[in-house]
């Protein structure tokens, strides 16, 4: 209360002396036309000067400290959260956080040193909204109440611990439901023990021994990769097998993806398709992007995702799309050519008909290797 009364006071005191000012320069000029011919006065340099100090005085209080509003409707007085005044002062907010006010609002309304609000749901909505990264808070992140101290460092465990995961904000309670619900999600690392990435049933496959005699035949190294949309870290861990690190993005979208891809002891990204990859240039090896990257991403969306993919792969690197999915007519009209703007050769190119599709749907699995200088 005291320091919005002094603010307040200040913004009056600097609203007189304006008007103070004004009047000033209003009456000497005044005073001059009744004793001289009228002539085109200029405004003092110094009261150009000071009107601007106040105003600068004035935008600065009111864009640090804005005022409190009042909702004549509701009326309830509601406040910015002062941690949040205060991380804008700290460090940059994405400028997409501030087109959703009420959603950062209520993600920055916390008590800080406590235990920050179990708002995974709210966190993804502004991820997706493009709200990214989250500003900072001042809490301590909850976890289990009693977590399994034996995690295996197998990427193919017999089964994952539901006591590792905070499951409210699920409509199932258990890694066992979620396998019943959609068993090719990859919550039962076991049954893909056996058949992720190694079964050569079409065309569309492209099994990871296959891929990596392709990148021997190349003379091409593959240590380092990301996934994109990986969901569980499925491809990820395939490829620990073979010693090779592939991080994985995936969003905890109605499942705890990112706590399965962690209970495999893999390195989960919490990233959204539309942000740019938290990676420095010409650092990977490959970049794989699965189910997650088709036809439902707006066209100017992919494009800036394909020139993305482009700048963190290395010279000699590949770009595999694993059962892309669009329409026929739009990846001969639309995404061919888009994907053919980044130059790169043509390792492996096949399509083949959506069963069942009566739109003329197909899928495409490419590999796709960058040249090694531009």
Same mark, same amino acid.
């Given at each position: 209360?005291?320091f919005?009364?002094?603010l307040n ?5 600097a ?12 009456s000497s ?5 009744q004793?001289?011919?009228?002539t085109?006065?200029?405004v003092p340099?110094?009261l ?7 105003r ?12 409190t509003?009042?909702?004549? *409707?509701s ?8 941690d ?13 956080c501030? *087109?959703h006010p009420?959603l ?11 235990? %920050? ?13 493009? %709200?990214?990264?989250l500003?900072?808070r001042? %809490?301590? #992140?909850?976890?289990p #109440? ?6 295996s460092s197998?990427?193919?465990p017999s ?6 995961v905070?499951?409210s904000?699920?409509n199932?309670?258990?890694?066992s439901?979620?396998?019943?619900k959609?068993p ?8 893909e ?8 049933k079409s065309e ?5 021994t296959q891929?990596l ?26 490829m620990?097998?073979y *010693?090779i690190?592939i ?7 109605g499942?705890?993806?990112?706590e ?22 010409g650092?990977l090896?490959?970049?794989? %992007?699965?189910?997650?990257? *088709?036809r439902?991403i707006?066209?100017i969306?992919?494009e800036?995702?394909?020139y993305?993919?482009d ?5 000699g ?7 892309f999915?669009s ?7 639309v ?7 980044l130059?790169?050769k ?8 959506k ?9 495409l ?5 960058k040249?090694?200088?531009?």
């Amino acid at each position: 209360m005291g320091f919005s009364m002094g603010l307040n006071l200040v913004l009056l005191l600097a609203m007189v002396a304006t008007n103070i000012l004004s009047l000033y320069h209003l009456s000497s000029t005044t005073y001059q036309s009744q004793t001289k011919p009228p002539t085109q006065q200029q405004v003092p340099d110094y009261l150009i000067h000071q009107l601007q100090t106040i105003r600068a005085t004035i935008n600065h209080l009111t864009r640090h400290h804005p005022s409190t509003t009042i909702d004549t *409707n509701s009326k309830t007085t509601t406040t910015i959260p002062q941690d949040l005044l205060l991380y804008s002062r700290l460090s940059p907010i994405a400028s997409s956080c501030h *087109n959703h006010p009420d959603l950062l609002h209520n993600y920055m309304s916390y008590t800080p040193f406590t235990l %920050c609000p179990h708002d995974a749901d709210l966190q993804e909505t502004l991820i997706l909204h493009g %709200c990214h990264p989250l500003p900072r808070r001042r %809490c301590f #992140s909850r976890t289990p #109440s009693k977590p399994s101290s034996s995690l295996s460092s197998n990427p193919f465990p017999s089964s994952l611990p539901d006591s590792n995961v905070i499951w409210s904000k699920y409509n199932c309670k258990s890694f066992s439901c979620l396998v019943q619900k959609s068993p090719n999600l990859g919550f039962d690392p076991a049954s893909e023990k056996s058949s992720s990435f190694l079964a050569f049933k079409s065309e569309l496959d492209l099994p990871v021994t296959q891929f990596l005699d392709l990148a021997k035949a190349a003379n091409s190294v593959i240590r380092l990769g990301i996934d994109v949309g990986g969901a569980t870290g499925s491809f990820a861990a395939r490829m620990k097998l073979y *010693n090779i690190t592939i991080l994985t993005t995936t969003m905890n979208l109605g499942a705890p993806y990112s706590e399965a891809a962690a209970l495999r002891g893999l390195v989960p990204l919490h990233v959204p398709l539309q942000q740019r990859l938290p990676l420095f240039d010409g650092v990977l090896d490959v970049v794989r %992007c699965g189910h997650a990257v *088709n036809r439902w991403i707006p066209v100017i969306m992919m494009e800036f995702l394909f020139y993305d993919v482009d700048r963190v792969l290395r010279g000699g690197g590949y770009l595999w799309l694993d059962r892309f999915f669009s329409k026929a007519s739009d990846l001969e009209n639309v995404y061919g050519p888009l994907i053919g703007k980044l130059g790169y050769k043509k390792v492996k190119w096949a399509t083949a008909n959506k069963p069942n599709s009566k739109n003329g749907e197909v899928y495409l699995t490419a590999l796709l290797q960058k040249p090694v200088s531009k």
